[in-house]
T-cell receptor, first 113, second 112 residues
Framework: EAAVTQSPRNKVTVTGGNVTLSCRQT?????MYWYRQDTGHGLRLIHY???????QIGDVPDGYKATRTTQEDFFLLLELASPSQTSLYFC????????????FGAGTRLSVL | GEKVEQHESTLSVREGDSAVINCTYT??????FPWYKQEAGKSLHFVID?????DRKQSQRLTVLLDKKAKRFSLHITATQPEDSAIYFC???????????FGIGTRVLVRP
């Protein structure tokens, strides 16, 4: 079973605050993704990566930056957090050589006050 | 870009009955259609998928049907059990190596 670990699990910040969400996968997967989950919107892709140093823009990238420092580590950065970014964030990884099954982390619940 | 519409927001079924969740997609180039399950308070995990070279796939009590002409696919759960209660997400991508676009999710409640 693939292991994807997200930290922190919960985070509260204020409007204009700086937040970094971390994700580590230990299965040598090439692909990593950041999604946000909101009621009425389902899961929406923010950013994704094909490998270390690679970044791709997802469907809802505004207000987010991402960085893939190693094959294992993928970070999501909110440099000026806004209340609209209050959400449940999921990181996922997949092996490009497989059927692209996504393995999800446990999620980070972020509240921006 | 691709848009995936999930038609049922909630579904309540009696234990032992069948449940059907329907999704449609917009991009005719989409060829990979997985389903994910999210139990209450937990993360998502993969349950079943189908590729465009077949129109039906079964795994135990789960069956996925694909109608490429109508750009529609569906998840059928037979003999529902309490552990089937969850949110189910359909998704689509152009190929198995590309990013997935998800539907908004269907909450399935299996009543005793």
């Amino acid at each position: 079973e693939a292991a994807v670990t997200q930290s922190p699990r919960n985070k509260v910040t204020v409007t204009g605050g700086n937040v970094t969400l971390s994700c580590r996968q230990t299965n040598s997967h090439n692909y990593m993704y950041w999604y946000r989950q909101d009621t009425g919107h389902g899961l929406r892709l923010i950013h994704y990566s094909y490998g270390a140093g690679n970044l791709q823009i997802g469907d809802v990238p505004d207000g987010y930056k991402a960085t893939r420092t190693t094959q294992e580590d993928f970070f999501l950065l909110l440099e000026l957090a806004s209340p609209s970014q209050t959400s449940l964030y999921f990181c996922a990884s997949s092996d490009s050589s497989s059927q692209n099954t996504l393995y999800f982390g446990a999620g980070t619940r972020l509240s921006v006050l | 870009g691709e848009k995936v519409e999930q038609h049922e927001s909630t579904l309540s079924v009696r234990e032992g009955d069948s449940a059907v969740i329907n999704c449609t997609y917009t991009d005719t180039a989409s060829s990979y259609f997985p389903w994910y399950k999210q139990e209450a308070g937990k993360s998502l995990h993969f349950v079943i998928d189908i590729r465009s070279n077949v129109d039906r796939k079964q795994s135990q009590r789960l069956t996925v049907l694909l109608d490429k002409k109508a750009k529609r696919f569906s998840l059928h759960i037979t003999a529902t059990q309490p552990e089937d209660s969850a949110i189910y997400f359909c998704a689509a991508s152009i190929s198995a190596g590309n990013k997935l676009t998800f539907g908004i999710g269907t909450r399935v409640l299996v009543r005793p």
